[in-house]
C-alpha cells in the first residue's frame, strides 16, 4: 500500500511538500482560537452560546469557500517595486 501511495506522489521539492503540512496546523490553531472566542463572547461579552457560536462557524464555512478566491485576488496583485 505504502509503494503504491508513493507512486501517486509527484516528485516535488520539500517547500512545497511542506505547504500543506503548514495548513494543517493552521487548521489546529485555529480550532484551539475559536474554543476561546467562544468563550469570551458568552462569558465575557454576554452573548447568547448560540449567536456565540455563529462567530465561528462562519468562519469555518467561509475560510474553505472564499480563501481559495482570495489566494487568487492576492496573487493578482503586483509587487512593490
Same mark, same amino acid.
Given at each position: 500500500?505504502?509503494?503504491?501511495?508513493?507512486?501517486?506522489? /509527484?516528485?516535488? /521539492? /520539500? +517547500?512545497?511538500? #511542506?505547504? /500543506?503540512?503548514?495548513?494543517?496546523?493552521?487548521?489546529?490553531?485555529?480550532?484551539?482560537? &475559536?474554543?476561546?472566542?467562544?468563550?469570551?463572547?458568552?462569558?465575557?461579552?454576554? %452573548?447568547?452560546?448560540?449567536? #456565540?457560536?455563529?462567530? +465561528?462557524?462562519?468562519?469555518? %464555512? *467561509?475560510? $474553505?469557500? &472564499?480563501? $481559495?478566491?482570495?489566494? *487568487?485576488? =492576492? =496573487?493578482?496583485?503586483?509587487? =512593490? =517595486?
Amino acid at each position: 500500500m505504502r509503494s503504491y501511495l508513493r507512486s501517486l506522489e /509527484p516528485r516535488l /521539492p /520539500p +517547500p512545497v511538500r #511542506a505547504l /500543506p503540512s503548514g495548513g494543517f496546523v493552521n487548521a489546529f490553531g485555529n480550532d484551539g482560537v &475559536f474554543r476561546f472566542v467562544l468563550i469570551d463572547l458568552q462569558d465575557v461579552r454576554g %452573548i447568547g452560546l448560540a449567536t #456565540a457560536g455563529l462567530a +465561528p462557524a462562519t468562519s469555518g %464555512i *467561509a475560510s $474553505p469557500v &472564499f480563501g $481559495p478566491h482570495a489566494g *487568487a485576488a =492576492a =496573487a493578482a496583485v503586483p509587487e =512593490a =517595486a
